[in-house]
């Protein structure tokens, strides 16, 4: 009876802790971000003057907004940002997943030794190779394009995407693909009607964690797309950082625009993934 009446007590208390570590990890996730957009909407002395401090009457500003919008290409560094994530994303999932399909479904000589080759290009950093890149695209005449930003981020992200994806492929029953050879369904209709649905955490997951490295690099914009017209958001940002002097309005401003797109997008895979979670896999 005293052990019965133990578990009642600890079980309630042992979820507690649980939602107390998930609440103070949100908190530590989220204040970063609070912090962007409390400071975006002050003065540059009501900043500096008391940062963690709502903006009131005084230090309300928006001049910050007003220059990145007004007088900067805030507009073509977002349209950049956004067309390079979206494509890339695009292409990572509809490439990592077939890829994926033909490692865990077609055993054929080398499989074991291309997963392993896919492995290692998530352990080796792709920056290693950026002397390498930059020659090849300079020979593609591809320097300060789009394009490259879209070809090197699907190269990045595919390997954890194809890693991930094959795993859940592997989970799948063979009785579906076989059921669906036997009605004469082709390997195509199979793996766009069939398996792809049942996948959809897994692919979820995958934008999820390619969205956000893809929208934050400043590394390859730099080198492969420094131009004007090709700049992202990342590298627009840094015009309003100077040796000595930094304007932290538009800075601060910038970064809340920039913030807006991929708290979107994460909500909207967000809720793909629980859909796909709690949907039968089986219908």
Not at 24 to 49: C, E, H, M, Q, V
Not at 157 to 185: H, N, T, W, Y
Not at 205 to 222: G, Q, R, S, Y
Request: charged letters at 15%; aromatic letters at 10%; glycine letters at 6%.
């Amino acid at each position: 009876m005293r052990k019965h009446q133990k578990h009642k007590i600890t079980k309630p208390l042992s979820a507690a802790g649980v939602h107390l570590m998930l609440g103070g990890y949100t908190l530590i996730a989220l204040f970063p971000i609070i912090l962007i957009l409390i400071n975006a909407l002050k003065s540059r002395s009501g900043i500096f003057d008391d940062p963690l401090a709502l903006p009131n009457a005084e230090t309300f500003f928006l001049g910050g907004f007003e220059k990145v919008i007004a007088k900067s290409h805030f507009l073509t560094y977002f349209g950049n940002s956004l067309t390079v994530t979206l494509v890339s994303l695009a292409l990572i999932l509809l490439f990592g997943a077939m890829a994926a399909w033909a490692l865990a479904e077609y055993k054929f000589r080398g499989n074991r030794l291309l997963a392993l080759y896919m492995a290692i290009g998530i352990m080796v950093p792709i920056r290693l190779g950026t002397v390498s890149i930059l020659e090849l695209v300079v020979k593609l005449d591809l320097i300060n394009t789009l394009t490259a930003l879209v070809l090197v981020y699907t190269a990045q992200g595919l390997p954890l995407a194809i890693m991930i994806l094959s795993e859940f492929i592997a989970q799948i029953p063979k009785e579906l693909k076989e059921a669906a050879r036997c009605d004469g369904v082709g390997e195509f209709k199979i793996f766009f009607q069939i398996i792809l649905p049942l996948i959809r955490p897994a692919v979820a997951t995958v934008a999820v964690f390619t969205m956000i490295p893809v929208w934050n690099d400043l590394w390859f914009p730099l080198i492969l797309a420094p131009s004007e017209e090709t700049q992202t958001v990342t590298l627009g940002v840094q015009q309003f950082i100077g040796q000595y002097v930094t304007d932290w309005n538009s800075v601060l401003a910038s970064l809340s625009l920039a913030v807006i797109p991929v708290l979107i997008m994460y909500t909207i895979f967000s809720r793909q993934l629980i859909r796909g979670l709690t949907s039968g896999a089986v219908k």
